[in-house]
Nanobody
Framework: QVQLAESGGGSVQAGGSQRLSCSTS??????????MVWFRQRPGQEREGVAA????????NYADSVKGRFTISQDNDGKVVYLQMDNLKPEDSAMYYC??????????????????????WGQGTEVAVSL
């Protein structure tokens, strides 16, 4: 497991932007086979996969609800993953978590959407979007 720490949440008006960051303690060549995903969870609902990135290749996946509005990216070392959120809507309000695991296939198909596939989690950061 790796240590993850999110930052960047807060309150924003609808139509605005926010950027979340997830810093990882991961090291070594194995990390280039890592998959990192941003999940979100609204009260009373299950965690929803929002966006995924494969550290080694930069391949990305997005939930339909955020395509064209959110962008997942990483720094050159693959140690920080970002979620740029634009044109935010009230329904984007949630606790956002980053999660990580090893294995390129965890970032493929629908695997990245399943929270049970990820062993390492951050503590979460809250995003609140108001009208």
């Amino acid at each position: 497991q790796v240590q993850l720490a999110e930052s960047g949440g807060g309150s924003v008006q609808a139509g605005g932007s926010q950027r979340l960051s997830c810093s990882t303690s991961a090291s070594g060549d194995d990390w280039w086979n890592g998959c990192m995903v941003w999940f979100r969870q609204r009260p009373g609902q299950e965690r929803e996969g929002v966006a995924a990135i494969y550290i080694g290749g930069g391949n990305t996946n997005y939930a339909d609800s955020v395509k064209g509005r959110f962008t997942i990216s990483q720094d050159n070392d693959g140690k920080v993953v970002y979620l740029q959120m634009d044109n935010l809507k009230p329904e984007d309000s949630a606790m956002y978590y980053c999660a990580a695991t090893l294995g390129v296939f965890k970032c493929h198909g629908d695997s990245w959407r399943a929270a049970q596939n990820f062993a390492s989690w951050g503590q979460g950061t809250e995003v609140a979007v108001s009208l």
